[in-house]
């Protein structure tokens, strides 16, 4: 599947486009960050959240791909996917999502290097179910308020499970005025808005209608204390969508992690995140 380049930044064009098959037949995307002249030798791998764009990363990335090869993931529910069939789509799973992890993981071979995940949101749910099932090694997680459990609306998740994708593309327009007239302010915050409506178009209501009917009733609190990689979890206080005190739980039943509130969501994917991001590495590189 080619990128939609009228949707892509001109930082995202840079990346070269790999795609991995799954053993269900399913085929992810990896953008890959080679930019780099002299590399750090940890490699740095991303896991966005839920049909989450890439310009939700873009100012975070920018600036490591000059000191880092970076491996941007996008799981099963992204436009970027390809899918055998429409039987495949309707059984997407939040387990399958944590599977193509581990997949990927052993096509790159990167057990065999050095490497440190960043996630955030249900990126965090996946790897937390990857890394509680031992299905990836690294260095270190950085992980931006990982969501262990959902409290989904009974409603939303109906409305997605029976509308169909053309009722979609219908109401997009008034989607697109309530996104920007209440959700946020697009005067003010345009960037982010601008990402909201890029999520919203790419958004395929097939492959998400299951996933967020699970979301009704998940969580796994249960899987974090049996992780043992060592752990940066980054709150930000300030955020409403992403509760910082459920970071601090992740935190707490972590057995080796430490904890940093960066404020604001804006912060925790902007430069400070950045900069927490190279210390952490610092600190693994001179560990091993």
Known sequence: MKRNNDLCSDFEKLASEHYFEMSDGVKVRILKFDLAEKPNET???????????????EKVLKPLSKEFQILYFESREKTSSIMPNRKTERQLTLQ???????????QLELDKKSYVTVCSSTGGTIEV????????????????????????????????S????FVKRLFFPFFKWFMGAVYVNKKEHPEQYAKYIRAGKEAKMRKIRRVLWQMRHYQCWEMVPKIDTYCLLVGASEDKMHRTEATKRVYELLPNAKFIDLGTNEAAHDMPLVEEIKKFVQEINKKS
């Open 129 to 160: 179910e990857a890394l509680s099932k031992k299905w990836l090694n690294p260095k270190g997680a950085v992980m931006v308020g990982p969501t262990m459990e959902y409290n989904m609306k009974f409603i939303a998740t109906f409305m997605v």
């Open 162 to 165: 029976v509308v169909p994708e």
């Open 96 to 106: 399958k999502m944590a599977h193509d992890i581990k997949e990927v993981i052993e």
């Open 43 to 57: 490699i740095l791998f991303f896991i966005p959240g839920f049909v989450t764009v890439f310009q939700s990363w």
